[in-house]
């Protein structure tokens, strides 16, 4: 049973960093595509930052510059340093991963972690 766990979330001023972890565990062949996304309250979740096997990223407009997504294939683990945080980052993040479970599968399945809240507030 593939599972994604988040870490790292919490209170912070403004203009503090945080750095959240999500480690995919359980019966994994590969991992393509591993991304952070986020919801705030009465919001649409929006992806913030993804990275794929082979180190390619991209970023949403609002956190570029300040946001940097990376990852750790030989422990299955895609990380997201936030700098320069602002209230508007406080959301809820989320970890999604595309994830081959066997070397015949043709499509990757998607699971998500669990979320971890972020609050930028003084």
């Known amino acids: 049973q593939v599972q994604l766990v988040e870490s790292g979330g919490g209170l912070v001023q403004p203009e503090g960093s945080l750095r959240l972890s999500c480690a995919a565990s359980?019966?994994?062949?590969?991992?393509?595509?591993m991304a952070w996304y986020r919801q705030a309250p009465g919001k649409q979740r929006e992806l913030v930052a993804r990275i794929t096997n082979a180190g390619t990223t991209n970023y949403a407009d609002a956190v570029k510059g300040r946001f940097a997504i990376s990852r750790d294939n030989a422990k299955n683990t895609v990380y997201l340093q936030m700098n320069v945080l602002r209230p508007e980052d406080t959301a809820v993040y989320y970890c999604?991963?595309?994830?081959?479970?066997?070397?015949?599968?043709?499509?990757?399945?998607?699971?998500w972690g669990q979320g971890t809240q972020v609050t930028v507030s003084s």
């Open positions: 359980g019966g994994i062949f590969r991992i393509n595509t």
């Open positions: 999604n991963a595309q994830i081959f479970l066997w070397s015949w599968q043709i499509r990757p399945n998607d699971y």
